[in-house]
C-alpha cells in the first residue's frame, strides 16, 4: 500500500505537471497574438494609402553619398572604379543607396500621373 509521504509526493507531481501544461498553454497563446489586432476586424479605416515624396527621398540619398550625386545617367560605367576607391563599409552603403535610388526613381515614374 501506499503511505502518506508516497502519496503527498505523487499529489505534489501531478499539481506542479499539470500547472506547467496550462502555463505552457496559456504562454503559446499569448505568444501567437502578442502583436495583437491592428486590422480592427473588418472594419475600412478609409483611405490608408500612403504617398511617398520621392524627390526629396533622392535629393537626400545623393546628399549623403556624393557618388551618386556624380552619376550622369542610371549607368555609369566608373561605378566600380569609384567604389573601389571607397572603404568596404562605405561601398556597401553606397551600393545599397544605389539600389535606393534606382526604386525610387521607379516609383516617381509610376506615381506620376499620365
Known sequence: MF???HMKIAIFVLTVSILGTCALI???GNMAYAQGN????????GDVTTTIDAD???KAL???HPVLA???TNEDKDLVVK?????????LKTALALNMLHLLQQYREIDEPQ
Open 56 to 58: 526629396s527621398l533622392i
Open 62 to 64: 545623393k546628399a549623403r
Open 83 to 91: 567604389f573601389k576607391d571607397l572603404d568596404t563599409k562605405e561601398a
Open 38 to 45: 491592428k486590422t480592427q476586424g473588418n472594419k475600412t479605416q
Open 26 to 28: 496559456v504562454n503559446s
Open 70 to 72: 556624380q552619376l550622369v
Open 3 to 5: 503511505n502518506m509521504k
